[in-house]
């Protein structure tokens, strides 16, 4: 059985060492992969998009477990979801958006901003509080819930425990909107969501969403979509991985050509 | 079974990932888990109290190497130590502090340093010196010993095989002293062992030995307790995942706003 | 059974875990090891050293895989290739090197850099051209081919698949030259391959190569052979773990003291 993680913790200290310790020491089964520890501290969008585009590729029952937290110690859920064949364990922020379908999360309108909203738990989706002292033996530090709540839920997940031992069911919780710019007619005003380690900036707008022979607005600059990395002689943009637009520049950063990043507007007409 | 790996290699190079090929070349079943590659280079002190703050996470019988290894290729012994239930392997440096009880390592004097000094092998631990040519079969490089010294003692032990199979006994090894202040009345006069990836200063004061209604002195600031990074306004300090002091910044870094760090004083009265 | 990533994927984007998803969902049992997914962006021939490193202290039948892919998405071969009883998958553009002997991959004459070059496939290594649409199910996308293509076909191999399941046999590919200055009388000229985290300088110089008393000229100075890194007092060069000279400074940074890096010519005499 996997269980993936994705948190802020970085790589410098111990922090997801001593998660997977915890989780070991219950499920020594269990073959633990980090998705990454680098996202930006406390950026729960960030961490919520790379999971959305991450999960699909674990096999079903895997637990995802996500851990960027800026309220941890408060009285905020503790969230564990039972969608799509796969568990999901984090606080309840947003971070775990991927666990709730698209449609059910909502889109974006033009010009807003990705905020985590207040949705009704939908058919089909279990989801609990975390809560049960017989999961969580230990003291529950006010600083690392990753090490003390999630690792000991998903270890429990993991070795085929049911969900409803964890705690009791929520009637609702927090996602993002989709992850995805609605076109409106002819035209999709999308947005960059993250820059990668190449300098490719990824956009919230889906291929399959673009109207005939796109144009693309970033930065002042118009681009025109290239085959492949290669086949680009200057900036342009291209299909990406998970099927949204990147920007990509060959050989180089888009980000320091362009001179944009996250947040930066981007339209497809 | 498990064999935990702290090191100052980075990940940029393929150091750490041969040593996996080694040990899983001899242990295939072994769990390797990294606990962080990235301890500043030959920061032996930070590595060693990062260990101390990470091996009790792990199961009975865990193998716990530690490679900050300034003096590799000179005769410094080579350690394998049993105690409290786990295996700890490394140089004879201070690195395996954690595998001695803290009253033994005894502690710091208010305004002293962090220094490793020799104690004799306390009762009921084991520790040899890794020496045995049938465990050690290759030639020993005299720059990465984690490879061919301390990953194949690491596999042995996580095998089953004993200590004394990996050398004779060792009377008497280099220890840090417990990374713990002393409470002098109601006063602890601390200090910053290691800044974290949020900017959290991670002090050696324990909350276990604070007095009543502790303010704290850092940097110049006068700091009060906070029950969670959110209930913060402003710097403050919590208690830490490990039971220790930190100093926090709400949504920012301590580090920076205070303009403190490693070796920084810090005053509990 | 064992799959090693090599990538320059970083680790800060899920690329390397999305990866380990599809590995591990058609071959739950296998144990995926990370080289290093930090080689800098597009550096094959980086990418292709240090494979040639690490791989032989892995099992036999383990599984390579290095994706350094500036190609992604053109009509380059995606190999798979078995040799010396280990397999390596990733892009015909020599950073597979490792599996061809360095006898067949010739040498780099003095002056000359690394470059890759089409070589014929020697007797008793067996490529193929991924493209098994039984192997490759999904569609496949212009950036990804690591998740797309080589994590599927790695997955296959360490299941005990055949190559010639993965696609058709190939009659020459590309490769580096050896990573290893010749010499030529008592002198070689080698140069500086990579600095690694500690500022050590890693050359291209073989010490089983090396004149009787040789002196090394780097960067205007004049050095000398330590036995360690803390029998130097100054820069200094030294056996490395690979058996390759590096040049080092005790208690600091070897790049930084000189003001060398990776191309810059080293002579030994």
Sequence with gaps: MIVTLLTDFGLSDTYAGVMKGVILARAPEVNVVDLTHDVPPQAVDEAAFLLDGAWRYFPEGSVHVAVV???????????AIFSGGHYFVGPDNGVLSAAIPEAIRGFRRPGEGYDARTISLPAGIAAVNIESQMILTQMISATFEGRD?????????AKGGSLSDL?????????FPAFRALRVGNRIEGVVLRGDRFGNLITDIAAVD?????????????????????????PATIVGSSGLIEIAMPNGSAAVVLGAGAGDRVVAA
């Design 210 to 234: 673009l109207p005939p022979s796109p144009v693309f607005t970033v930065a002042g600059r118009s681009l025109h979509l290239a085959a492949s990395y290669a086949a680009a002689d200057g």
């Design 167 to 175: 705690g009791p069911p929520v009637p609702e919780l927090l996602t």
């Design 69 to 79: 937290d800026p309220g941890v110690g408060t009285s905020r859920r503790r969230l």
């Design 149 to 157: 709540v999630f690792a000991p839920a998903a270890a429990h997940l």
